[in-house]
């Protein structure tokens, strides 16, 4: 049986987040901020629609300084952000490129700061504006005596450390997850195709109760593979492949990132060192991570078990990152990044090395950081290479 988690939020979790949140633009001197991308939006309001994927409406969601978030919608979307607990929604009937919501987002912001003041808007690493850059240019242009700011702390810091609820959804679908991974053996064979084997993964995923797989990478080579994020081929598996696949299932909205590594009829004597290697990695990782150790602390715990076992370089560029509602997000453990460790914080531990003739392997495991150390969200990889027959 997999972790029970309820779907959806209490309005009292959302109504925490904004009060976090506005708590954190009033020390940043923010007057308001300004919400465009997928993530934040469903964030802070729970909307939840794969329309996203149409380029053609931008969404934009406001928090004031105080009171519940607005929405600033595109009139298609008032029904499903109807079932929100956002109860202020503003719309136009879009698209209209010439004006599409532009003056109505301008009128909104110059209604929840009448003085003026400083508009936070992500602006950091890992966001991005969802709007035309002639838009964007528009809208600056309408707000007279509203500047802007980064506004990436406000939702970075908040997003980083989940709530319980957030983080049983993520067990649950680490669970499912791990399942398939450990029923892969009886239905992937060689014989088949990369696009045969990936898709009979899928399909898995979806029968134990993912309601998506949005993110399904790997690769398979004689002794190894050199490819981690490729689409499957029709490449036919064969005796002595390697198989990587590595899944960002969704349930309810929050992922799982985490691979598993397979050899068909026997292994190489380097590939099962450097499954080893990477393996023992990862128990490190798990070791040392805790609340109030740094990200690139938890990142040399690893590297050094890879740097004793006689692996120079990690091809990779990070040992894992933050997971959530998004596949990776902040922070990533590496050099330079230095972000202090809380509990609540669901991360990846992901070393990885280069052996043989070009070949890489990776070791992947989701946890979350509890008071006392990491807690496994994913059923821990065998110790050994698995090898199919």
Not at 90 to 96: E, F, G, N, V
Not at 152 to 181: G, H, Q
Not at 198 to 226: M, N
Not at 328 to 353: C, F, K, R
Request: charged share 20%.
């Amino acid at each position: 049986m997999h972790p029970i988690a309820e779907r959806g939020f209490t309005q009292s979790e959302f109504e925490r987040r904004t009060e976090k949140a506005q708590a954190i633009m009033a020390r940043l001197g923010l007057g308001a901020l300004l919400l465009t991308t997928e993530p934040e939006v469903r964030y802070f309001t729970g909307f939840d629609t794969i329309f996203w994927l149409s380029p053609t409406r931008p969404w934009f969601v406001v928090i004031p300084a105080k009171g519940a978030p607005i929405a600033v919608i595109p009139e298609i979307g008032a029904p499903s952000m109807s079932l929100t607990w956002i109860s202020d929604v503003r719309t136009w009937l879009a698209p209209q490129p010439e004006d599409d919501g532009i003056s109505l987002l301008a009128n909104t912001l110059r209604e929840v700061m009448p003085q003026g003041g400083v508009l936070g808007v992500p602006m950091g690493h890992e966001t991005h504006v969802r709007m035309p850059a002639a838009d964007f240019m528009a809208l600056q242009a309408k707000l007279d005596g509203i500047s802007l700011a980064d506004g990436t702390d406000v939702v970075r810091s908040l997003r980083m450390v989940k709530s319980e609820a957030e983080i049983a959804k993520i067990a649950r679908i680490c669970s499912i997850a791990s399942s398939a991974f450990e029923d892969l053996p009886t239905y992937i064979k060689t014989g088949d195709t990369e696009r045969q084997a990936f898709a009979k993964f899928k399909i898995d995923l979806l029968q134990k109760g993912a309601d998506d797989v949005p993110y399904l990478v790997g690769s398979s080579g004689p002794g190894g593979f050199e490819d981690v994020i490729n689409r499957p081929s029709d490449r036919i598996i064969a005796d002595g492949d390697m198989l990587l696949l590595d899944t960002g299932a969704l349930y309810d909205g929050y992922s799982c990132d985490f691979d598993r590594n397979y050899a068909f009829g026997h292994a190489t004597d380097a590939a099962k060192s450097a499954y080893d290697l990477a393996w023992r990695a990862t128990e490190a990782g798990l070791q040392a991570a805790r609340p109030g150790i740094t990200t690139t602390e938890l990142w040399a715990a690893m590297a050094k078990v890879l740097e004793d076992g006689g692996c120079g370089g990690h091809q990779i560029g990070r040992m894992g990152h933050g997971l959530g509602m998004q596949v990776t997000e902040w922070p990533s453990n590496m050099p330079g990044d230095n972000t202090l460790i809380e509990a609540g914080m669901v991360l990846t531990l992901e070393p990885g090395l280069a052996f043989g003739d070009g070949k890489m392997m990776l070791h992947e495991e989701n946890i979350v950081i509890r008071e006392d150390g990491a807690e496994l969200l994913t059923r821990r990889a065998p110790p050994a290479l698995p090898i199919i027959t």
